[in-house]
DNA sequence: GTCTATATAGAGATAGAC
DNA sequence: GTCTATCTCTATATAGAC
């Protein structure tokens, strides 16, 4: 694996679990086997390298969400398929890892102006996603909800994002399950 | 307003906005007026001004959490009025400010054994007023929903939390009003 | 592409005068 | 209780050899 692919890796990672701030050209160093200074090779600057992590992040979870939604299953089950990406990436490895997206959305303040775009639009295109399964749901006979399917997409994305925060500080990644079982609950029909 | 305060007073803001990781003794000292040695003489670490952060944060927050509880509203005011309490934080000041307890949750990892502790109970400890609105609720005949009341407790403490969050990060304080709207015609006889 | 060496800035923290 | 002065450590970043 060539280096760069292998420092995104690891910051990622840290992002995920420590949060940018708390993420350094030291820990990355060690993790990956070369010195501070080669890592700037790759990337010029931490933010560039945080930048990088973002694209990389988008790109391979819509992927994966765009494969979701154009499946043939039901909308309940492509929704299950969904949620199934959160639960997967708490319970990745051996530190229980959050959505990076959400670790870097509570550092949003501290991000520079690319990075804060890019995770104001991570947002809102999940929303999108999730609203087009929500009204495949609706057709299709699998869902059931009161209101606009947009506004049950903004809140079954910040559910999932909460969800995640609040298992990790929890320490009891169990909890998300509970969540989110207890989401199709209230809408499954 | 004595120092010791008024170094609260800034240092929540702070990790209200930016982060616990963030902030420093840097910026503490220019809001204030100190300098960064006289800060601490009122709290010798950074730990241990977070703990003293938590711990006030924590007592007021239930204060006005168990008023709500314990007061003669329907569930559904009450929970209408528990749910004000996160967007007022939101729209708290200039800056869009986050709950204290969301932002030190997503930096749970760098926290001292003693934040995290709290951090924890603050989370199980919102849950379990949630549950006693919601089972108040199901009594008086304002809320109606499937499954258990600790579960559904879960999952609307972790859609605040979430939804705090994600409204910072698309920089619109209105959706999270959009998103609260939606889980009350979720559950709303 | 990676290294050593170094620059520069900022962090949290301490000692001791006032 | 606040100050000046200083310490130590770590952060991001750069220069230039190999």
Redesign the interface.
């Known amino acids: 694996m060539d280096t760069r692919t292998q420092i995104l890796d690891v910051a990622q990672a840290l992002v995920q679990?420590?949060?940018a701030?708390?993420m350094s050209y030291q820990h990355i160093s060690e993790a990956v086997g070369i010195r501070k200074a080669s890592i700037h090779h790759h990337f010029p600057t931490k933010e560039a390298l945080i930048d990088a992590l973002i694209e990389r992040y988008s790109e391979r979870f819509f992927g994966v969400v765009d494969q979701i939604v154009a499946g043939r299953k039901t909308a309940v089950h492509k929704l299950r398929d969904y949620i199934g990406l959160f639960e997967g990436t708490l319970r990745d490895g051996a530190?229980d890892k959050?959505c990076a997206?959400?670790?870097?959305?509570?550092?949003?303040?501290?991000l520079g102006e690319a990075a804060?775009d890019r995770?104001?639009q991570f947002?809102?295109q999940n929303e999108r996603r999730l609203s087009t399964i929500l009204d495949e749901g609706r057709r299709d006979g699998t869902l059931r909800?009161?209101?606009?399917s947009p506004?049950?997409a903004?809140?079954i994305?910040?559910?999932?994002?909460?969800?995640m925060?609040?298992?990790?500080?929890?320490?009891d990644v169990e909890?998300f399950r509970?969540?989110s079982?207890?989401?199709l609950?209230?809408?499954r029909s």
């Not at 997206?101 to 501290?110: D, F, I, K, Q």
């Not at 909800?145 to 606009?148: D, M, P, T, V, Y």
């Not at 994305?157 to 969800?163: P, Q």
């Not at 925060?165 to 320490?171: H, K």
């Open positions: 679990t420590i949060g701030n708390a530190q959050a997206m959400g670790m870097l959305g509570a550092e949003v303040r501290t804060a995770v104001s947002y809102a909800f009161e209101g606009a506004a049950m903004g809140l994305f910040s559910l999932l994002e909460g969800a925060l609040v298992s990790r500080g929890r320490n909890h509970v969540v079982d207890q989401l609950k209230l809408i």
